[in-house]
């Protein structure tokens, strides 16, 4: 499975943005799709996962309440409703798969490019 991330962009503070992850292979029912990010000089964060078949989710403390992570089963693409946001939301963001969910981006595979968010304040 190949996974692409798109929909970053440059939005001010308070601002919303969607990004997409689309997969080319089959996401099946046991897999956990997560959103990660990295701003630069720092580590990869978990930010978001789902469960791809229940849809049941997981997020940050950081995020919580402002992002809204999503599935389309139908089209195999992942999705981060990221509202409110703040500069430092600002990183690159990324999806991933793993068989188990976890916040540790060393239990995910198939990394996609990711798409930069920049938030300016």
């Known amino acids: 499975v190949q996974l692409q991330a798109s929909g970053g962009g440059l939005v001010q503070a308070g601002g919303s943005l969607r990004p997409a992850c689309s997969a080319s292979?089959?996401?099946?029912?046991?897999?956990?799709m997560g959103w990660f990010r990295q701003a630069p000089g720092k580590e990869r964060e978990f930010v978001s996962a789902?469960?791809?078949?229940?849809?049941?989710?997981y997020y940050s403390d950081a995020v919580k309440g402002r992002f809204t992570i999503s599935r389309d089963r139908a089209e195999n693409t992942l999705y981060l409703q990221m509202n409110s946001l703040k500069p430092e939301d600002t990183a690159v963001y990324s999806c991933?798969?793993?068989?188990?969910?976890?916040?540790?981006?060393?239990?995910?595979?198939?990394w996609g490019q990711g798409t930069q968010v920049t938030v300016s304040s």
């Open positions: 292979g089959r996401i099946f029912s046991s897999h956990v």
């Open positions: 789902i469960r791809w078949g229940s849809g049941m989710t």
């Open positions: 991933a798969m793993s068989n188990s969910y976890d916040q540790n981006p060393n239990t995910y595979r198939n």
